[in-house]
């Protein structure tokens, strides 16, 4: 069963932030919230992860909800590149190992 | 350069016979892993290894086989494809996951579009 929730789609308007939201509601105390990024069939790519403080890096800005239950993926000012689906990915407790990805969200960045 | 390497890109098979995708990393990470991705189901991971010698099953293991024997490889063996697994395969590697306080981003293939007829 998946661990996290996401929606289906999302539209954002060129210039904007996009804001993906996650649902993670069974997450653990010691489980990282990963997002990572798939343009067309390439390889995901790692976007930003935490823990339980916001983080920030050169790509998005990552906000954690005091119970840790949900995030949201921040794109501070998306362009036409960042159309792509987005995984929001929590790493399953001490079986480190063993990773469930989500449907994703497909972004949709418009002029 | 940093990179997973998945080999081939793409191959057309017919079914039951064997075949093998072959994963290499250059980052001496200890954690690598195999995913499929079908449309509608998202990615879905069928093995993985958490160091040498050590593999485990993720949740799609059925038909696949898997093998550690040098920290840089990590190759996915079909034995008898099937049609069903038709699919778009993903290798990954990461240091280790599960560490203490560590986490580690995953790096991922390029991918390796496999039809089996």
């Known amino acids: 069963d998946a661990k996290t929730t996401q929606p289906t789609s999302m539209d954002c308007a060129e210039g904007r932030a996009a804001n993906l939201p996650c649902n993670h509601s069974t997450i653990s105390g010691n489980e990282y919230v990963y997002w990572y990024r798939q343009i067309h069939s390439q390889g995901p790519q790692y976007i930003i992860h935490?823990?339980?403080n916001n983080e920030t890096n050169e790509m998005a800005s990552l906000i954690i909800t005091e119970d840790r239950k949900s995030s949201t993926l921040i794109l501070p000012h998306a362009t036409l590149r960042d159309t792509a689906v987005y995984y929001c990915?929590?790493?399953?407790?001490?079986?480190?190992?063993?990773?469930?990805f989500g449907q994703g969200t497909e972004l949709s960045v418009k002029p | 350069e940093a990179q997973v390497t998945q080999n081939p890109r793409y191959l057309i098979t017919v079914t039951g016979k064997k075949l093998t995708v072959t994963c290499s990393q250059n980052m001496n990470h200890e954690y690598m892993s195999w995913y499929r991705q079908d449309p509608g189901l998202g990615l879905r991971q069928i093995y993985y290894s958490m160091n040498v010698e050590v593999t485990d099953k993720g949740d799609v293991p059925e038909g696949y086989k898997v093998s550690r024997k040098e920290k840089r490889n990590f190759p996915l063996i079909l034995e008898s494809p099937s049609p069903n697994q038709t699919s778009l395969y993903f290798c990954a590697s990461s240091f280790r996951q599960g560490m203490g306080s560590y986490n580690s981003p995953l790096h991922f293939g390029n991918g390796t579009r496999l039809t089996v007829t």
């Open positions: 935490g823990l339980k």
């Open positions: 990915i929590v790493r399953v407790g001490n079986q480190g190992g063993k990773l469930i």
